[in-house]
C-alpha cells in the first residue's frame, strides 16, 4: 500500500508489480488472514477508509465505517472478527467479517491514563489468535489491553509511558 492511494501487487516474488487499487487517501496498512481474505486501512485527517479484497473478482470494496477518521490498522482473527484502529482514539469492531459499513461498530475504551479525544491515535492492534487477549498500541505511550475478546479495552500502559510513541511492525 502507498501514501498515494495504491495497492499494489505482485505474482512473481516482487519482480514486477501492477496496480490492483488506486484511491484519493492515503493508505497505511494491509493485512491479509489469507489468499482471499485482506483489508486495508488508511485516510487523511477527519476521513478514514477501510477496503475488503474480492478475491472472485480481484478488486477491492471500500467499507468504511461513517464518521470514521483516519485508520492506522486492521487486524482479523477469524472471517468473522476483526478491528481496526486509528486517529481520535478510534476503535471499530466487527463481528460478522466487516463487508459493509454498517458492519462495523465503534468501541469506546475504558481508560484512566490515556483519553481517547482528537489528540489520541491508535498505532497497531492484535489479537491472540483464539480471539481473547489482545492489545492496542499508540501514540503518547497508549497500550489498551483486552481479555475478553475486544468486548472492551482497558489502559495497560505504565506511569511513564506518555514519554513514548509505540508502533508496531508485522
Known amino acids: 500500500v502507498t501514501e498515494t492511494g495504491q495497492i499494489l501487487k505482485t505474482s512473481d516474488a516482487g519482480v514486477l508489480w501492477h496496480i490492483q487499487y488506486t484511491g484519493s487517501l ?14 486495508v486501512a488508511g485516510g487523511s485527517g477527519a476521513t478514514g477508509t477501510l477496503l475488503k479484497y474480492n478475491s472472485v ?9 461513517s464518521s470514521a477518521p483516519t485508520l492506522r490498522d486492521v487486524y482479523f482473527t ?11 482514539g478510534t476503535i471499530y469492531r466487527t463481528i460478522n467479517g466487516g463487508s459493509s459499513a454498517g ?26 489468535p483464539e ?12 497500550i ?13 500502559a505504565p506511569a511513564n509511558a ?3 510513541t509505540l ?3 508485522g
Open 26 to 39: 492515503p493508505l497505511n496498512s494491509v493485512f491479509f488472514r489469507s489468499a482471499t481474505e485482506g483489508w
Open 57 to 65: 473478482n480481484g478488486t477491492w470494496s471500500v467499507v468504511t465505517p
Open 78 to 88: 477469524s472471517s468473522s472478527n476483526g478491528w481496526a484502529v486509528g486517529a481520535g
Open 103 to 128: 458492519d462495523w461498530t465503534a468501541q469506546i475504551p475504558t481508560t484512566t491514563n490515556h483519553p481517547t479525544d482528537a489528540t489520541q491515535t491508535f498505532n497497531a492492534v492484535y489479537v491472540d
Open 131 to 142: 480471539g481473547t487477549k489482545g492489545a492496542i498500541v499508540g501514540n503518547s505511550g497508549a
Open 144 to 156: 489498551l489491553g483486552t481479555i475478553d475478546s475486544g468486548a472492551s479495552w482497558e489502559s495497560r
Open 162 to 164: 506518555a514519554e513514548t
Open 167 to 169: 508502533f508496531s511492525s
